[in-house]
């Protein structure tokens, strides 16, 4: 129990340093919707995107593999932190000159022409977040999750206070949404300065011995990052390509994916729960995987985090109602239908990356592709049948889908290469039955806000005492024995 205390721990102060920054920048939000319209906002989305994608290329899954090597036994942490900052360096600095000499090609191929200065601040934006990649991840390894969150909260803050002044006070309509990018640019200047004595300690280094096994782990972590961005993204890449003229009566393409985009941020809750634990988790796997009890362990992680995203899920899924005081413009609330699924969808995946440690601790790295490859074949084919049927709310679901049979796939491989006694038909049943509730209760109308705040509130006590009598008569042994529900 002290190890999930740590883990828990650990989870909440890197919470602090993604969730605290990305509520502060969520907060922009309404700002946002006050000085762009849904077909200004529509660019940013597609860029936001693409930028997303293109960071998991950047970084080439060095951070999972300078985990990995790092903590062999007997291993040079300071040798393999070198190694693995010259390859996210020189890999960053090669895309980074090939996106700024074309910068005018690229605004053209992505809607911005015209806006080459957009590509050029997106570019160092993508830059300067991996450079500091690496010494982030030392940071996680060296259990200072304090300076972690530090570095990340006064980065945000820096990024809010200049998107304030440059929206209120310095605005010029023909930069536009730039402003947001250039914010983002000149607060990651920032972390330079917070890893000076780090990164002016790195020695560029090349080892004939290690190298190549470090970039033989990576390049198939990277491969499964970026597929599974493009699980996470290809719904707002092709949304405006793929909807039928006049789907939603009276709004154009661009109008939907505007609204598309800004209602996915509302997954934002959940999203910073699964990357949270995904920072804790890494270093955790791997430090306790040559426990003889790792399997029991890693099972009981998994169960409590089920449980954590099932009350996320409910929470917020039932009080749709109040984020619309979030969105300052009316037209972006008839959106807020995708919002359940969508949290669904990022729950499977936190349940991917827990089922995901075997396939890195046995060094079988190369499933996590072929996983996240056949989610990106699913995906294209999923929002290419939905898009047209059921708009953005059928995009939705194809990510909850996707992510769901992703888990299931990992699961039945992991148990056969490293067995672990999840708790499987408990989890379903926790899923299932939370999602049921929120079904439900959407069929519940008030006249008063206040009502429904009120059946809100005690439809959650009422759920989470359930939960406690439940789990309070739980039995867990140490033993990594297989569990029968």
Not at 88 to 117: K, M, P, Y
Not at 136 to 155: E, G, M, S, V, W
Not at 246 to 275: E, H, I
Not at 462 to 482: C, D, G, M, N, Q
Request: with cysteine; aromatic share 18%.
């Amino acid at each position: 129990m002290s190890k999930l205390k740590q883990l828990a721990g650990e989870t909440v102060l890197y919470g602090l340093g993604n969730m605290v920054p990305r509520l502060l920048n969520f907060l922009l939000f309404p700002i946002h919707t006050i000085f762009f319209n849904p077909e200004e906002y529509g660019p940013y989305t597609l860029l936001m995107a693409c930028v997303a994608v293109l960071n998991i290329v950047y970084s080439f899954g060095m951070e999972t593999a300078y985990f990995r090597f790092a903590t062999k036994p007997g291993a040079d942490e300071a040798k393999i932190f070198n190694l693995a900052q010259t390859a996210v360096t020189a890999i960053s600095l090669f895309l980074s000159l090939l996106f700024i000499s074309f910068a005018a090609s690229f605004a053209n191929l992505l809607g911005v022409a015209g806006h080459e200065n957009y590509i050029v601040w997106l570019t160092l934006i993508m830059f300067t977040d991996n450079v500091v990649s690496i010494p982030f991840a030392r940071l996680r390894l060296q259990k200072k999750p304090l300076h972690y969150a530090a570095f990340k909260i006064t980065n945000v803050v820096i990024q809010i206070g200049l998107t304030l002044y440059f929206l209120y006070f310095a605005f010029n309509p023909a930069i536009g949404i730039g402003y947001i990018f250039l914010a983002n640019l000149v607060a990651n200047l920032f972390y330079l300065l917070f890893f000076f004595k780090t990164l002016t300690s790195w020695r560029p280094a090349f080892d004939l011995e290690v190298f190549p096994s470090l970039v033989r782990y990576a390049y198939p972590i990277m491969l499964t990052g970026l597929a599974g961005m493009m699980n996470e993204f290809f719904s707002r890449l092709t949304l405006e390509r793929w909807l039928p003229e006049n789907f939603y009566p009276g709004r154009s393409s661009a109008f939907a994916l505007g609204v598309f985009g800004a209602c996915y941020k509302f997954s934002v809750f959940m999203n910073l729960t699964v990357q949270a634990f995904r920072l804790a988790g890494e270093p955790f796997f791997f430090s306790n995987a040559v426990d003889k009890n790792s399997p029991a362990l890693f099972a009981r992680v998994n169960h409590y985090f089920i449980i954590v995203c099932c009350v996320i899920l409910l929470g917020v899924s039932i009080n749709m109602d109040m984020l619309k005081f979030l969105m300052r413009k009316p037209e972006y609330w008839e959106g807020l239908n995708i919002v359940p699924p969508l949290l669904l969808g990022y729950l499977f995946l936190g349940v991917y990356y827990n089922f995901s440690v075997w396939f890195k601790l046995t060094d079988k790295t190369y499933f996590g592709t072929i996983l996240t490859a056949g989610g990106v074949v699913l995906t294209i084919g999923m929002n290419f049948i939905l898009i047209p049927w059921a708009g953005y709310y059928g995009s939705s679901w194809a990510t909850a889908i996707v992510y769901g049979l992703m888990a299931v796939g990992c699961y039945f491989f992991g148990q056969r290469f490293f067995p672990i006694p999840y708790k499987i038909v408990r989890g379903i049943l926790y899923i299932s039955f939370t999602y049921i509730l929120i079904l439900l209760i959407d069929k519940v109308t008030f006249s008063k806000q206040l009502l429904a705040t009120g059946f809100h509130a005690l439809v959650m006590g009422v759920y989470l005492f359930s939960i406690y009598l439940i789990e309070r008569k739980t039995k867990w042994h140490e033993p990594a024995a297989r569990q029968k529900d």
